[in-house]
């Protein structure tokens, strides 16, 4: 069963994602709000898979997989982004995100991004 970190600062996106994954066997290791909290969250549960949004305040997603990604080359991190930020994607993509999911989210869709990372 894999742990996962989803970082969102929405929190119904964070309990829609929970309740996702938590329906088809996957554990929340936890949950953070914005990049700065996702860099200490994940040091400090070492998930196997990481749910990101780009937008987010404090740290942009994109600046804490690249945080993450420095002290964990293998980090397995999902970006998540809203219709329209391609370029963000692009770049989310080229800092080492294996994969990434657009808003608004179909549950199989973020099932089968879990599923192709923890393999």
């Keep these: 069963m894999a742990n996962i970190l989803i970082c969102d600062d929405a929190a119904f996106m964070r309990m829609m994602i929970k ?8 554990n929340v290791a936890g949950e ?12 400090e ?12 305040p404090e740290m942009d997603g994109i600046e804490a997989l690249k ?5 964990d080359p293998d980090a397995c991190v999902i970006m ?13 993509i080229q800092s080492g ?9 179909q549950a199989d869709r973020v099932l089968e991004a ?3 990372v923890v393999g």
Excluded: H, W
Aim: net charge positive; hydrophobic share 40%; glycine share 6%.
């Design 67 to 71: 945080q993450i990604r420095e002290g």
């Design 32 to 43: 953070a709000e914005n990049g700065l909290k996702a860099v200490e969250k994940y040091n």
């Design 114 to 116: 879990v599923k192709k």
């Design 19 to 26: 309740d996702i994954l938590t329906k088809n066997g996957y």
């Design 97 to 105: 995100a294996k994969d990434f999911i657009v808003k608004p989210f």
């Design 45 to 56: 549960c070492k998930p196997d898979v990481v749910l990101m949004d780009i937008t987010m």
């Design 80 to 92: 998540c982004s809203a219709m329209g930020q391609q370029a963000m994607v692009i770049e989310a």
